[in-house]
């Protein structure tokens, strides 16, 4: 089914042509889709990776032989620390810096989505609930006919008209629906397909739009 796509920056009016006949089109429904950026896949984080600590008797040794050198620099540090700290407490205190006002909220940007439709396609979506409305009767109607058979032949040997209603209730509860979704899907009423940064893609729009507009 081809595209229609349309750019945020572009304000050309849509053509009054119908989008699914390329008829004179007198119905054009509007409407704003917020453009979203393009979201980027996570990176995995790497792992930390711990050396062990030997136990045995020479790195004892050698840690016995490092003692005062690690004692001697945490001591430099503890005198470095406390330094910055009597250095902090003596500052003199200055005026506080201004809070800085909050930014104004932005408006997300948006692009103006538009169908056109004439008046044969208006309610072109409303074919497919009255379907699927009409096919709901027919499976409760095709249920309860099977029901009532299988119920009326119990006990006897004539169930072949029983089983075949059964099976064909439950094929057509599988089939039927699979089918409207189908047709829904190839054959179904204009939809937004596809946002970006940018660009918003309308898809289902019939050939004979694009014939009709030279786009």
Known sequence: MPELTLSRNDHRQTSMVCMYCGATATTKQEWRVVNHKPVKGG??????????????????????LMLPFVL?????????????????????RGTPAPTPKPARPVDPPTTLVAVTTCDRHRRFRDRFVWTGFAMGLVLVALWVWAIVVTRRVMGTENTDLAV?????????TILLPIALSLWYTLAGPVIVDRVTENEVVLDRVRQAYFD???A
């Open 164 to 172: 075949t209603l059964v099976m064909t209730a439950i094929l057509a």
């Open 72 to 92: 001697w620099e945490l001591l430099k540090g503890i005198v470095s620390a406390v330094g910055a700290l009597v250095g902090f407490v003596t500052k003199p």
């Open 43 to 64: 990176g995995g984080g790497g792992t930390d990776l711990v050396a062990p600590s030997g136990d045995d008797p020479i790195s004892a040794g050698i840690g016995l």
């Open 212 to 214: 009709a507009t030279g």
